[in-house]
């Protein structure tokens, strides 16, 4: 069976769906996307993506085509069209279709608007159980990096970094400080059991995961610090782990070909993971 995708205001076989050339988002990358999992059928977590995705819209200008009930709306009845149990949903907006021209078309260029699923283990991940290896790159990316814009060459070519080396993240690092992962939120376990990640700020995505974490720590009473870890931290960590919409609570088992810990998910990981879990099905 076909997917079915949504493509500004209709839903259509994806096989169907085309985006004019002069769209601003594939000649300059000027547009914002967000990603929702599902799980269950269910979406997880997902206003809060939507606040982002309108945060991100606000800070480069672009306006937001829907209110949030109807952008519910819309990935509601996108999953249930692909009969979607486990994976995602991808939204993205652009500032339209217009002449090629670096500044801003017309105030009334209506915005392109695109979602699409896609089916993703999120749960059955082997590399929960075995653990992620990860490596580190160089941060290449801009000033505004709290902006989930859809320029993301940095992260593809930190990707292809990770996919050469033969593992599953990179975690960028500036000044000698870890920022984030490709695509996920970077966090370290201490010997004395704190869980450690970098305080928001532009040098970073506001992680969805991150915050949902974090709550659940706080909950369970954990020590959290928000704080910047270099990266010889990071190798001398009890655990480590990233963040993501598409992976939850992912350990890290080493680094560099540094192990991490004992080499293998540590028990505060799998703890926090069995936790998002819990709490994305509703428990």
């Known amino acids: 069976m076909s997917r079915t995708v949504y493509l500004n205001g209709s839903f259509v076989p994806f096989e169907e769906a085309r985006i004019p050339i002069m769209d601003r988002g594939f000649l300059f990358a000027d547009g914002i996307y967000e990603v929702s999992a599902i799980l269950d059928g269910r979406l997880v977590d997902n206003e809060a993506h939507l606040a982002r995705l309108d945060r991100s819209l606000g800070e480069i200008g672009i306006r937001n085509p829907y209110p949030t009930d ?25 500032r339209g279709v217009a002449e090629r021209d670096f500044a801003f078309p017309a105030a009334d260029t209506p915005p392109s608007v695109v979602m699409f699923t896609q089916k993703k283990s999120i749960i059955g991940n082997p590399l929960a159980e075995t653990g992620a290896k990860v490596v580190t790159v160089e941060d290449l990316r801009w000033k505004r990096r709290d902006i989930k814009s859809v320029a993301l060459l940095a992260q ?16 960028m690092v500036e000044d000698g400080a870890v920022t984030e992962g490709s695509s996920s939120t970077a966090f370290i376990v201490t010997t004395d059991r704190r869980i450690v990640t970098r305080p928001l700020s532009t040098a970073l995505l506001p992680g969805i995961t991150r915050a949902a974490v974090l709550r659940l720590a706080s909950e369970e009473n954990l020590t959290v610090e928000e704080r910047l870890f270099s990266v010889e931290e990071a190798y001398a960590a009890a655990e480590a782990f990233y963040t993501s919409a598409s992976a939850f609570v992912m350990p890290v088992i080493a680094l560099d070909d540094r192990a991490i810990g004992a080499g293998q998910p540590g028990p505060l990981t799998r703890r926090l993971r069995d936790l998002y879990i819990g709490m994305a099905r509703g428990a």
């Open 156 to 171: 593809v070519l930190a990707k292809q970094a990770a996919a050469q080396a033969g593992v599953a993240e990179a975690w």
């Open 70 to 94: 109807a952008w519910i709306r819309l990935e509601t009845e996108l999953v249930a069209r692909n009969d979607l149990r486990e994976g995602l949903v991808y939204m993205q907006v652009t």
